[in-house]
């Protein structure tokens, strides 16, 4: 089964590709509510789920 991880607040936790679109919208949600840095962390990690990583994190890795 395909699985893919979400890094946010130093904590990750894995799930399954089926829960790919619910974390999408669990993100999308918390950039609408929130401001500043929390802001940027939901906006990495819904970056990184839409873009379909294995591996998505709250901050850029340049």
């Not at 946010?8 to 799930?15: R, V």
């Not at 379909?52 to 340049?62: L, Y």
């Amino acid at each position: 089964m395909k699985k893919f991880t979400i890094t946010c607040y130093g904590k990750t936790k894995s799930y399954p590709e089926s829960q790919r679109k619910a974390m999408m919208d669990f993100y999308l949600e918390g950039m609408a509510c929130c401001d500043g840095s929390e802001r940027d962390r939901y906006s990495h990690v819904y970056a990184d789920l839409a873009a379909g990583m294995e591996h998505c994190f709250d901050q850029s890795f340049w």
